[in-house]
Nanobody, 123 residues
Framework: QGQLVESGGGLVRAGASLRLSCSPSGRTFGVNTVGWFRQAPGKEREFVGA????????YYADSMKGRVTISRDKRDSTVYLQMNSLKPEDTAVYYC????????????????WGPGTQVTVSS
């Protein structure tokens, strides 16, 4: 089963935008959903949003709605997480992973986790 690799993180100022990428490093089977999570220092990993692998409608955590957008480039299967109006509290390691279930939101539903990409937002 293929793994995922995240990229695009970095250090930005509050109010900036950032686009993260999630690319498969191998073939993926039985995948219906690609999800994004984040983990801030000292906190548990939390759901950010997800979308159908086939490019269907995305869904988001209530706390992220209006500031993030998930999209997919079907040419190379890359999934993007566009984040706008970033705040210092968005500082975290961001991960992507796959799930079989449509509408998955729980960590336990996901596998093939990437190593993560660090996003740091300064005030």
């Amino acid at each position: 089963q293929g793994q995922l690799v995240e990229s695009g993180g970095g250090l930005v100022r509050a109010g900036a935008s950032l686009r993260l990428s999630c690319s498969p490093s191998g073939r993926t089977f039985g995948v219906n959903t690609v999800g994004w999570f984040r983990q801030a220092p000292g906190k548990e990993r939390e759901f950010v949003g997800a979308a159908s692998w086939s490019g269907g409608r995305a869904y988001y955590a209530d706390s992220m709605k209006g500031r993030v957008t998930i999209s997919r480039d079907k040419r190379d299967s890359t999934v993007y997480l566009q984040m706008n109006s970033l705040k210092p509290e968005d500082t975290a390691v961001y991960y992507c992973a796959t799930a079989r279930a449509a509408g998955a939101r729980l960590q336990s539903e996901y596998k093939n986790w990437g190593p993560g990409t660090q996003v740091t937002v300064s005030s």
